[in-house]
């Protein structure tokens, strides 16, 4: 009896032996059968973005249940839909972005990003935050821009003015820039002269409107309160400007909310 129950043992421990093999070799196939369609056209596990930028891939042969996470949001953030991931590349910075499946990775990727080109790359001086110059000296505000945000309002915009039988505006990446940097010097003084003391216009010399906001979350209830106002809805309706850009500064205030921070510039 015993040496048969022994036996019995010994085969249950060989089939848990053998299952747990199949199990191994069925999760390396996963992991060898995983494809990640490259980010940005390139196969490279570095992924190099600016701030702001999006990007996106498709993972295939993982099955379901997967996940992609990254380990700094401040830094990039991941959104699925189906079997495509999009990357956002938020604020300069350094995060991994792992494909996950039952607490393993099946897949990382390093990504990398690096400030925007151009004026608003000058706001971005280290981790600490974006230095704004001031008529005394500077400040630093921390805090991310919202360009998702930012495009709903235009949108808006852009809408009205046709309802008002007037053109949507075009693009300026200079203007674009501008408002962002615009958008973030509002957070230290709300007003439409610069922090520095100079006028809004020192930015960029076809910038010629400005509307400002705060604390709004809603394009819609942004642009009507706009329009209620008589200075704020000349500019809507303006016949001079030809491209219209639109800032969204999210200013962190140090006990996890943000308070947005609104420029809406137009130019010519």
């Known amino acids: ?17 053998k299952i747990r093999m199949i199990a191994l070799l069925a999760a390396l196939l996963v992991s060898l059968l995983v494809s990640v369609t490259a980010f940005a056209g390139t196969a490279s596990e570095t992924i190099n973005l600016k701030e702001g930028a999006k990007t996106s891939m498709t993972v295939s ?3 379901s249940g997967w996940k992609a996470v990254s380990d700094n949001k401040s830094v990039v953030r991941v959104s699925k839909s189906g079997s495509t991931i999009t990357l956002k590349a938020v604020n300069c ?18 990504v990398n990003v690096t400030s925007r080109s151009g004026m608003a790359a000058s706001l971005l001086k280290s981790k600490a935050g974006y230095v704004i110059t001031t008529a005394s000296g500077t400040k630093t505000v921390k805090g991310s821009f919202d360009e998702d945000f930012a495009e709903e309002i235009r949108r808006e915009v852009n809408e009205y003015r046709e309802s008002c039988g007037l053109d949507a505006l075009g693009r300026d990446k200079n203007l674009a820039e501008t408002a962002m940097i615009r958008a973030a010097e509002i957070s230290v003084l709300f007003e439409h002269t610069r922090p520095d003391g100079t006028p809004f216009y020192s930015i960029y010399t076809h910038h010629i409107h400005e509307n400002l906001a705060c604390r709004f979350s809603s394009a819609t209830s942004l642009v009507r309160a706009w329009q209620g106002s008589a ?3 000349a500019n809507l309706q303006s016949t001079k400007a030809t491209t219209l ?12 909310t943000y308070t947005n921070y609104i420029a809406l510039a137009m130019g010519n």
Do not use: C, P, W
């Open 1 to 17: 009896m015993k040496r048969a129950e022994t036996g019995k043992n010994m085969t249950g421990n060989i089939l848990t032996g």
């Open 93 to 110: 910075g350094t995060a991994n972005v792992n494909i996950k499946k039952n607490g393993r990775v099946l897949a990382s990727y390093e």
């Open 231 to 233: 200075s704020h809805q």
């Open 245 to 256: 850009e639109i800032g969204v500064f999210r200013k962190a205030n140090g006990d996890g």
């Open 61 to 63: 042969g993982a099955g």
